[in-house]
């Protein structure tokens, strides 16, 4: 349900039609529907919403509580014994202490256990036998993420690894929280990046276990696996210096042509080295507005630099018939 708030923040017309939608369903007695809202509790408040058409909808309410640690070891334990897959007891232990400092999560759990298997399988595919090695060998879940990064971005030359980049922050939403999105939407929203570009990296990412792949009206919807790796994510694309470059490049293209008139003022104007350093570093991967490439066709030519005034030219032809060049400059 919180992604409901996330993708319509700014739609409120949207939000309100299917809300009254929603509430003129549940009011019809000949359709057989049931609903279950399902989200975290400090976005509980955000129902306030629903409650003009549907007032009795806290009445309902329950609180699905944390795993404890009980849960946690039978959980790990019936999984195991069910699948013939042998173990320390020490483990058990090693594991629940682990296991804590993230409140008994069970999508950590998860993860740990994977590494775990995966692990003890290298190691021997015939008899597995899970180990407190195994568990010290996965090391922190933050620190497995951050390797995972590295060495996802190690393999890719600098232009696919910039795509990567801008997909995993599409992934997050200013508020710093994950969202879903179609492969065609994070290329919309991320960079100048074809849909085949951005499902390959995400493809990539499902596969180490970055990103869910989920299947919704026939098409797959991509999201982080959990919450807890907007933070660990974030924090490594704000340390890559190529991402920092990127981001520098979009903010100088696009921050003055947010309003009209910082747009026509000549201080607004990107300078000579930043057009050569910057953003003719990006020319082609900066998803741009008409607006924003008139912006720098306009900035090239008050410049005077011709390498830059021919780049941003050739992505706007149509300024250069009927003197509309002149005008601008």
């Not at 483990?91 to 950590?108: A, G, N, S």
């Not at 995400?202 to 959990?226: C, D, T, Y």
């Not at 979009?250 to 947010?258: E, G, M, Q, S």
Request: hydrophobic share 45%.
């Amino acid at each position: 349900c919180e992604e409901f708030f996330v993708r319509f923040e700014e739609e409120s017309e949207r939000r309100a039609a299917f809300i009254v939608l929603l509430g003129r369903l549940l009011a019809d007695r000949q359709v057989d529907l049931r609903v279950i809202f399902s989200l975290r509790q400090e976005w509980l408040g955000e129902l306030d919403d629903f409650r003009e058409v549907l007032p009795g909808l806290l009445d309902f309410e329950y609180r699905l509580r944390s795993l404890t640690a009980f849960g946690a070891r039978q959980a790990i334990s019936r999984q195991l014994n069910a699948a013939g897959v042998s173990y320390e007891p020490r483990l058990l232990l090693d594991l629940v202490d682990r296991l804590e400092q993230y409140h008994f999560d069970p999508t950590i759990l998860q993860i740990l256990c994977f590494e775990m298997y995966r692990r003890a399988r290298a190691d021997s595919a015939e008899d597995v036998q899970l180990t407190a090695a195994h568990l010290r060998a996965v090391g922190e879940i933050g620190v497995m993420f951050e390797d995972f990064l590295d060495q996802f971005a190690a393999a890719l030359d600098e232009d696919a690894g910039l795509v990567a980049r801008a997909v995993l922050d599409a992934l997050i939403t200013r508020k710093r929280t994950k969202r879903a999105l179609r492969a065609a939407e994070v290329s919309s929203a991320a960079i100048a990046a074809s849909e085949e570009e951005s499902r390959a990296v995400l493809e990539r990412l499902h596969r180490g276990r970055i990103v869910r792949r989920q299947e919704r009206g026939g098409e797959p919807w991509f999201e982080l696996i959990h919450e807890r790796l907007v933070p660990v994510i974030a924090g490594w694309l704000d340390r890559d210096q190529l991402f920092l470059d990127f981001r520098l490049a979009r903010d100088l293209a696009t921050n003055p042509v947010r309003t009209d008139a910082r747009a026509d003022a000549v201080d607004a104007l990107v300078g000579s080295a930043q057009l050569e350093g910057n953003i003719a570093r990006f020319k082609d991967r900066l998803l741009l507005t008409p607006s924003q490439v008139k912006f720098l066709f306009r900035s090239s030519m008050f410049a005077r630099n011709s390498s830059a005034l021919q780049a941003w030219a050739e992505r706007m032809p149509a300024l250069l018939s009927g003197g509309i060049a002149n005008s601008l400059y």
